[in-house]
C-alpha cells in the first residue's frame, strides 16, 4: 500500500506494482497496452518536464492502473508540449501520486519480486488498505488481452506486401514501423483463427506484444501452430512467447521483470550487442525448448541470461523478446524489420520509397 500527495484523478487503485527505469517516455509508458492491470513506478526521479504531447501516444489511451513518481514538473516546458502530466492523468481519470521515495521503492522490488499493491490518494486506514490489496486478484488470471485488444479489423493501406498483426496489444510504433516500410497493414483482432488470417492473402504475420500471462493465451497458440509452415511469423515481446510456447516450450515469470529503454541484448548471430526497449514480465524457458529442437535462441539479455530471440532452423519464424520499434528509446534493432521484410521478400526499403 502507498499514499502520496496526488498527481491524478482522485481516489485509490490496486493492480501489480512494477518499475521502469526508463529516464524519458512516460507518456508512451502510460499509453503502451501491456501495462494493462499494473501501477507503474517510474525509476527516474523527475517525471513531467516536457508535457503531454499529441505525438507521444502508443496506442488511443493510457492502460496503466496507477502512476507513482518521486517528483511531477508543474511546469512542463516543451514546444511540442499541449498540456502538463497531472492534467492528463485527471483527464483520462488515473491515479497518480507523487512524493514518494521511488529509489526505495524500486529496491525493495527488486529485491522481493513484484507484489500486488494499492495506491490511493484518500485518507483511509491502513487496515482498509491492505485488506483491498489482498482482496486483488493474481494478474496471471485476468484476460488483460481481451481487454486491451481491439473488437474490429483495422487497415493501414501501403503499397507494398500486405501484413496480418495479431492485435493481442499492438503498440502504434510497430504499425508505424510497417508503414514506413510500404506495408498493406492489417491490424486483427486477438480471437482471430487461422483460416481468417489467411483469408487477407498475407505475405507474413506479426504477433504484437501486449500485457498478461502467455499460459493462458491457448487460443493465440493454436492458431499460431495452425499458420507453422504457412506463413513467415514475426513475434514481438508477448508475441515472442507464444512462438515460443507453440514450439512447445514453457514460459516462467520473472521476478521483477524488465522494463526501461536501457537492457542489453546480445544478438548471438551477428555477435553485437544491442542497448534495448524492454516490457515484460515473463520468459521463455530456454531447457524447455530442448538441446536441438527446431527453434533455437538467437538473443540473450546480458543482465540475467535469459532468452530474448528466437529462430525456427527451417521456417521462416522469428522472434524478439523485447522492442525493435524502440518508442521511446534506442534504435539499435531497428535491423529486425529489415530481417522481417527480407524474409516475406518485400522489396529493400530504398525501392519502396522509389515508387
Known sequence: MLTGRSIGAPGWTGGEVVFTTAMT???????????????VTMAYPLIGNYGISGEGWESYRP???????????????HWRSETSLSAFL????VVGIGGVDTRRLVRHLRTHGLQ???????EVSDADLI?????????????????????????????????????????????????QRGCDTWVLPHRSTAEEILGLSP????????PGDPKILSHQVAQVQRLWGRLPIFGICLGHQIIGRAAGAETFKL???????????????????????????????E?????????????????????EGLRHRHLPIMSVQYHPEGRPGPLDSAYLFEQWMSMIGAPPREALARR
Open 25 to 39: 517516455g512516460y507518456q508512451e509508458v502510460l499509453s503502451d497496452p501491456s501495462y494493462r492491470g499494473q501501477i
Open 63 to 77: 492502460h496503466v492502473e496507477g502512476f507513482i513518481v518521486s517528483e511531477a514538473a508543474g511546469r512542463p516546458h
Open 90 to 93: 485527471v483527464q483520462w481519470n
Open 116 to 122: 500486488r499493491g494499492v495506491i490511493s490518494t484518500e
Open 131 to 179: 485488506a483491498r490489496a489482498r482482496a486483488l486478484p493474481e494478474i496471471g488470471t485476468l484476460d488483460l488481452v481481451g481487454q486491451v485488444s481491439a473488437p474490429e479489423p483495422r487497415h493501414h493501406p501501403g503499397p507494398g506486401p500486405r501484413v496480418a498483426v495479431l492485435d493481442c496489444g499492438v503498440k502504434w510504433g510497430i504499425v508505424e514501423n510497417l508503414h
Open 203 to 210: 505475405a507474413g504475420l506479426v504477433l504484437s506484444p501486449g
Open 255 to 285: 521476478p521483477y521483470g524488465h522494463r526501461g529503454s536501457n537492457h542489453p541484448v546480445k544478438d548471438l548471430e551477428r555477435g553485437r550487442v544491442c542497448v534495448t526497449t524492454q516490457n515484460h514480465g515473463y520468459a521463455v524457458d
Open 287 to 307: 531447457a524447455s525448448l530442448g538441446p536441438e529442437g527446431e527453434v533455437i535462441v538467437t538473443h540473450r539479455n546480458l543482465n540475467d541470461g535469459t532468452v
